[in-house]
């Protein structure tokens, strides 16, 4: 597969950043193009003490990356953003409700807001993975026009039913069903989970 993720300024860089692992570590993934949005290194920075754009993937992911690209979200001319590039689809995560209100709108000014617009017109999966809480009228109804013109809301809720033990457990599952959502489901799902289930003779999650 061949992806787009993309981070925007929304609280949850951990979730993107368990779900960059999982990609790199994927056989089934060729190649991920990443675009972190200006304002998301001001969240990476406050939530993960990531600062800079400098070997940016290699502090998300702990290693250099061997299949994901980074490009400029300035960079408007980058190879994503026309339709006639290879693509399987594109993740946002987390997704403000800036990053949703512009790609509502079809302004497609940047490179993440262009390269959504082209996944949608190409009738690709568009993963938005909304983050904020609660919504406003204005965020209900920009959520309601990208989905009717494709996109799959993807709202940044934990289930608590696998009982993750930690945060960075929690973020791991939820990007899991991110993943599987878009075709990659991943074989170390709920291993809490299983593993708890096999203790305690309990099933396994519903969803
Ligand atoms: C620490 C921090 C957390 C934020 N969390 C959210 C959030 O959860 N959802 C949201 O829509 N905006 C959030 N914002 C505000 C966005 O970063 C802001 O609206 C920004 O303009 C979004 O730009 P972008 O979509 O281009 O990344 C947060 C900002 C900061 C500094």
Avoid at 56 to 71: C, F, Y
Avoid at 73 to 78: N, Q
Avoid at 90 to 111: H, Y
Wanted: with cysteine; charged share 25%; glycine share 8%.
């Amino acid at each position: 597969m061949i992806l787009t993720l993309a981070i925007t300024g929304a609280s949850g860089a951990i979730l993107a950043r368990e779900a960059l692992r999982a990609l790199e570590a994927d056989e089934r993934v060729a190649r991920v193009h990443f675009v972190a949005s200006e304002n998301s290194l001001r969240v990476l920075a406050e939530e993960l003490g990531i600062s800079g754009r400098n070997n940016l993937l290699e502090k998300l992911i702990g290693s250099a990356p061997t299949k994901i690209v980074q490009h400029f979200d300035a960079d408007i001319g980058a190879a994503i953003a026309s339709g006639s590039h290879p693509s399987d689809g594109m993740i946002i995560l987390p997704c403000s409700m800036g990053t949703l209100a512009t790609i509502a709108m079809g302004l497609a000014d940047s490179l993440i807001a262009r390269a959504a617009d082209v996944t949608l017109k190409e009738r690709r999966p568009l993963i938005l993975c909304v983050r904020e809480t609660p919504f406003n009228r204005i965020h209900l109804r920009n959520m309601t026009l990208a989905a009717e013109a494709g996109a799959t809301i993807f709202p940044c809720i934990p289930a608590f039913y696998a009982q993750p033990k930690d945060s960075s457990e929690m973020a791991r599952e939820f990007s899991f069903r991110v993943l599987a959502h878009i075709g990659l489901p991943q074989k170390d799902a709920y291993v809490g989970k299983r593993e708890k289930g096999r203790d305690q003779g309990t099933k396994g999650p519903r969803d």
